[in-house]
């Protein structure tokens, strides 16, 4: 069985900088691509940033692009979102994602099989 737990959010001046650790553990974490969504209070989740299982490709949203960048560590079985010169429309619960068939836009939360529980980033101005 495949768990997701992310770690790292907490609270942070605007322009500030977090990062996001997502732990998986099952098989083969190395098999699935892994994605960042985030949600913020009254919004539907959205997608942020999305890695391929080798991690040679990466995707992010236009909203994150310069200041956000997704990673992972095939050999910690991790999934990692650096995110720097935060904003204060940031703010959400940040979640990580596992897809392994799945050949749709990475953007798609339908798309995932397995999710993090999600992590509170809070940025002030």
């Known amino acids: 069985q495949v768990q997701l737990v992310e770690s790292g959010g907490g609270v942070v001046q605007a322009g500030g900088s977090l990062r996001l650790s997502c732990a998986y553990s099952g098989r083969t974490f190395s098999s699935y691509a892994m994605a960042w969504f985030r949600q913020a209070p009254g919004k539907e989740r959205e997608f942020v940033a999305a890695i391929t299982w080798n991690g040679e490709n990466t995707y992010s949203a236009d909203s994150v692009k310069g200041r956000f960048a997704v990673s992972r560590d095939n050999a910690k079985d991790t999934a990692y979102l650096q995110m720097n010169s935060l904003k204060p429309e940031d703010t959400a619960v940040y979640f990580c994602?596992?897809?392994?068939?799945?050949?749709?836009?990475?953007?798609?939360?339908?798309?995932?099989?397995?999710w993090g529980q999600g992590t509170q980033v809070t940025v002030s101005s």
């Open positions: 994602a596992a897809r392994k068939y799945y050949s749709g836009s990475y953007e798609e939360p339908k798309g995932y099989d397995f």
